[in-house]
């Protein structure tokens, strides 16, 4: 494959794709904006079916018409041999779960990630699983991914039906917290707790506030969507109906090639604890993440 222009659909906007200088040239057909990313700028490129994610080392404007740096970006319905030219560190990943909403996947060890629209973060390294709402009649669990320094990782809304594929994944590294819910800066705090698992368990338990409000990261009540702003010449902006946020997590046959791209960015919905006190994808620190 040559370096000539490749039409690509990059969070639902046309863009071409071409590699110069060891990086890669970002140029979007609907507005006169261009990016070069070179090599050491993206921290990880990741593949789930036929969609890749860009995950950037710190946060960049890629996408035009949207008002967030982003931490990381979709390619979605990406040419396989198309994939491997450009990236060809890509990590092909396999699914776990999709939350029952559709609007995130997450998938399996040892290459951990979530997957939303428009965005995705990743976590090689998992210390512990933490899972509430799996007693009490519920019939959906949350999980908060915890890294060993990073921001913890909070996905909900996962099917009970996926909890025992969840076990065998995490196994000796998850922490069963019952029908209470936990929120994550609790168990960001009890993270190094002494004791391992158990000292992690009393922990949480012993904070008095644990059941407080959640922050939960990638939540089903909530857009994950950054705002987008287009005006009347923008041919790409478009609205997204919910069949459509499960996309990620089944193959296509065959490339997009609707003229209009989604009119909002959820690149970086996922922000850390500490930034916005709800969501974590994220600085790339997150993204070990």
Aim: with cysteine; net charge negative.
């Amino acid at each position: 494959m040559s370096n000539d222009d490749v039409p690509v659909t990059i969070n639902r906007r046309k863009a071409l794709l071409s590699k110069r200088d060891g990086g890669v040239d970002i140029s979007f057909t609907s507005a006169d904006s261009s990016v070069h990313l070179p090599e050491d700028a993206m921290a990880a490129q990741l593949c789930l079916n036929d969609n890749v994610a860009v995950c950037l080392a710190s946060p960049a404007h890629v996408v035009p018409g949207t008002k967030k740096a982003v931490q990381s970006f979709i390619i979605q319905n990406m040419d396989p041999a198309a994939a491997e030219h450009f990236f060809p560190a890509m990590i092909r990943t396999t699914l776990l779960s999709t939350t029952l909403c559709g609007r995130y996947s997450v998938t399996q060890r040892p290459h951990v990630s979530v997957w939303a629209k428009n965005s995705c973060q990743y976590i090689p390294n998992v210390k512990h699983v933490v899972v509430q709402r799996t007693k009490g009649g519920m019939s959906t669990f949350d999980a908060h991914i915890v890294p060993p320094t990073q921001s913890v990782v909070t996905v909900e809304m996962l099917g009970h039906t996926d909890l025992l594929t969840w076990r065998n994944m995490f196994h000796e590294n998850m922490i069963d917290f019952g029908a209470d819910p936990v929120a994550p800066r609790k168990v960001e705090a009890a993270r190094d707790a002494e004791g391992g698992i158990a000292g992690l368990l009393d922990a949480m338990y012993a904070s008095g506030d644990a059941c407080a409000d959640s922050d939960e990261q990638h939540s089903c009540s909530e857009d994950d969507d950054d705002e987008y702003v287009a005006d009347d010449t923008d041919e790409d902006a478009y609205s997204t109906s919910e069949s459509e946020l499960s996309e990620l997590s089944e193959p296509s046959d065959t490339s997009s090639d609707d003229d209009d791209a989604e009119s909002d960015n959820s690149i970086i919905d996922l922000v850390s604890d500490d930034e916005s006190g709800s969501m974590s994808d994220a600085s790339t620190d997150s993204m070990v993440e």
